[in-house]
Structure formats: structure tokens, C-alpha cells
């Protein structure tokens, strides 16, 4: 009788385990995200030195968002975290200068995933493709950028960082805790392109293409 109740139980949960993130499961996850701008600037437009170029320092935020498991293998991610704030600052012919400003950004992304092995695996690593929307706002000069375009502090140099989007790609690996509970590492690259422009009319464009960090802690629905 005792063997035949073991029996069952290993069965029960056999079962409850075939069904751990899979088709239908919705995982909601919180987490922390750093993301490294990999930038490649062009010259800030005339009457500024030649060489003149920006560099845009990394920033770390929490991440929550929201991962839906259309297969057992395919699931559909939304990321949802806080604003990051970069610092802006000088490189090429004024690398050395320090901050020039800062700029919030909220990037908005959605990603499709392939995860590898099976429902029940312990360890599941996954890649995913998906488009990013870089919202850039609250930009703030400093007197250092106003003293090296020709402000004055009664009327300082303004910036402002044109939004724009770009394609994701990503590579991760996701850890079964429990039955309901994971863990997920995961590695982004997003390829997008941006236009700083100052009160004074000139302008840079700049390529981001940031790298990002993810680490995050799941609960399954």
C-alpha cells in the first residue's frame, strides 16, 4: 500500500513538473540591468574643433517585465524597467574635458525567444531577436559644454538627443529554482543610431549600439 502511495506521489509530480514554463505560462520576473552605450561618434558640427566627438558612459536600473510562453520552446518577452540616466562626455580632440551633460533614456523593447531543451530541463538557454524604441529625454548641459561652444552663464549651451529604434538581438540561459521560481542571465546588443543637437545649431550624430546585462528572478503563472 505504502509502495503504491510513493508510486503516486512520484507520478503527481512528474506531472506538475512536465509543466514548468511551458505553453500558456505567463513568468513574471524583477530584476537589475546595466547597459553599456558601445558608442562611435561623429565630429560636433562647425565652429567646434575638428575631432570634436562625445562618448556616452554606462548605467545600471531595475528591470521587471513580463515573459509569455506561446510554445513550450517559443515565448514572447517584454521587459519593463526604470529610466537610466548616461553621463555625456567629451572625447576625440576633447576626450579628458569631463561631463558635457546627462540624458534619461527609456528603451522599450519586445523580443521573441527560442528556448533550448524542455519544459522540466533545469538549465535552458535561450536566444531572442526583437526591435528596441530608445526614448531620450530630460537632457541637462553642463557649464562645461557651454564653455566650449561659446555660452555664457546667462545663456548656457542647450541639448537635446533625437529618439530613435533599432533591432535586438539576445543570448541567455534560464535556471528551473523550483517549480515556480527561475533564474535568468541573458546578454542584449541593440544596434541603433542617435542625433545630439545644441541651441547653439550644431549638431553630432553618434552610434550607440549598447550592450546590456540582465539578471533577473521569475515567479511562473
Known amino acids: 500500500m505504502h509502495s503504491k502511495l510513493l508510486l503516486a506521489g512520484v507520478l503527481a509530480l512528474g506531472c506538475a513538473g512536465a509543466f514548468a514554463q511551458s505553453a500558456g505560462n505567463f513568468v513574471v520576473y524583477g530584476g537589475a540591468?546595466?547597459?553599456r552605450p558601445q558608442v562611435d561618434s561623429g565630429d560636433l558640427s562647425a565652429p567646434s574643433l575638428a575631432g570634436t566627438k562625445i562618448d556616452v558612459n554606462k548605467a545600471s536600473a531595475f528591470v521587471g517585465g513580463i515573459t509569455y510562453y506561446?510554445?513550450?520552446n517559443i515565448s514572447i518577452d517584454l521587459p519593463?524597467?526604470?529610466?537610466?540616466?548616461?553621463?555625456?562626455?567629451?572625447a576625440g580632440a576633447i576626450a579628458g574635458v569631463g561631463r558635457l551633460g546627462t540624458v534619461k533614456s527609456m528603451p522599450i523593447t519586445l523580443l521573441g525567444q527560442?528556448?533550448?531543451?524542455?519544459?522540466?530541463?533545469t538549465l535552458r538557454p535561450f536566444i531572442g531577436a526583437g526591435y528596441t524604441y530608445g526614448r531620450f529625454f530630460k537632457p541637462e548641459a553642463t557649464a562645461v559644454l557651454s564653455g566650449i561652444t561659446g555660452g555664457t552663464p546667462a545663456n548656457p549651451?542647450?541639448?537635446?538627443l533625437k529618439s530613435a529604434g533599432g533591432p535586438t538581438v539576445e543570448l541567455g540561459t534560464a535556471w528551473r529554482l523550483t517549480q515556480d521560481?527561475?533564474?535568468?542571465?541573458?546578454?542584449?546588443?541593440?544596434?541603433?543610431?542617435t542625433t545630439g543637437q545644441l541651441s547653439t545649431g550644431q549638431r553630432i550624430d553618434a552610434t550607440l549600439d549598447p550592450v546590456s546585462i540582465k539578471f533577473g528572478i521569475g515567479y511562473k503563472f
Do not use: C, E, N
Open 114 to 121: 527560442y528556448r533550448f531543451g524542455s519544459p522540466t530541463s
Open 70 to 72: 506561446w510554445t513550450d
Open 181 to 193: 521560481w527561475s533564474a535568468s542571465l541573458s546578454l542584449t546588443k541593440t544596434f541603433i543610431k
Open 33 to 35: 540591468v546595466q547597459v
Open 157 to 160: 549651451t542647450l541639448l537635446s
Open 80 to 90: 519593463i524597467g526604470a529610466p537610466f540616466k548616461h553621463d555625456i562626455v567629451g
